[in-house]
C-alpha cells in the first residue's frame, strides 16, 4: 500500500481580528500556490488514490481539496478526526490499518504529528528533514508482513527529493 502523508499549506496566523481560534486558520494565497504547484509536480505519483483522509480543521480541509481537484480524484474527501492536531501518531496509523484494502491513500494533515508518524514507522528519532507545510512524504506499507518503508519526502521549499 502506498501511503501519502501530506502537510497542510501555509495559513494565515493564529490571532488575526476575524480568526480567534486555530481550528479557524484558513490557507494564504502563498499556500494554495505552493501546494497546487506541488501537486502538479507530484501528479503521476498521487494519480491512483482510492481514499484521501483529512484532519477536519479547515487549512487542512483545503489542501486537502485542492489535492483531489489536482489530480482529478473523483470520490468524497474523508474527514478523520484522528489527524486533528490533538490526536497521536499512533491514532493515524491505526486509521491506516483500519483502511489497508485500498492500495494508495493520502493523510492531509498537521504537524508535529506527521513527522512523528515517519519517526515512528522508520525509526529515525531524528529525521533527516522537517515536514515542511506542503511538504509530502512517501511511505509503503506491507500488509501482510506488518511492515512499514519510508520512500521519499519531497521538500516543497527545495524542490528535492530526501529518500
Known amino acids: 500500500m502506498k501511503i501519502f502523508l501530506i502537510r497542510h ?27 497546487r ?4 509536480k507530484l501528479k503521476d505519483e498521487l494519480a491512483n488514490l482510492e481514499i484521501v483522509f483529512t484532519s477536519p480543521l479547515i487549512r487542512a480541509v483545503q489542501t ?23 490526536s497521536s501518531a499512533g491514532d493515524a496509523l491505526k486509521l491506516v490499518k483500519k483502511n489497508s484494502t485500498f492500495e494508495s491513500m493520502a493523510l492531509v494533515g498537521h504537524e508535529p504529528m506527521m513527522g512523528m508518524i515517519v519517526e515512528t514507522i522508520s525509526g529515525r528519532n531524528n529525521p533527516v528533514f ?3 507545510k506542503s511538504g509530502v512524504c512517501r511511505i509503503d506499507y506491507d500488509t501482510k508482513n506488518d511492515k512499514w518503508k519510508f520512500e521519499w519526502y519531497y521538500n516543497p521549499k527545495t524542490g528535492e527529493f530526501i529518500k
Open 130 to 132: 522537517s515536514f515542511k
Open 9 to 35: 499549506a501555509e495559513a494565515i496566523d493564529f490571532e488575526t481580528g476575524s480568526v480567534s481560534s486555530d481550528a479557524y486558520r484558513f490557507l494564504t494565497a502563498k499556500g494554495r500556490k505552493v501546494s
Open 64 to 86: 486537502a481539496e485542492i489535492l483531489v481537484n489536482t489530480v482529478k480524484f473523483d470520490s468524497e474527501l474523508e474527514l478523520a478526526n484522528e489527524l486533528a492536531t490533538a
Open 37 to 40: 504547484s506541488v501537486f502538479r
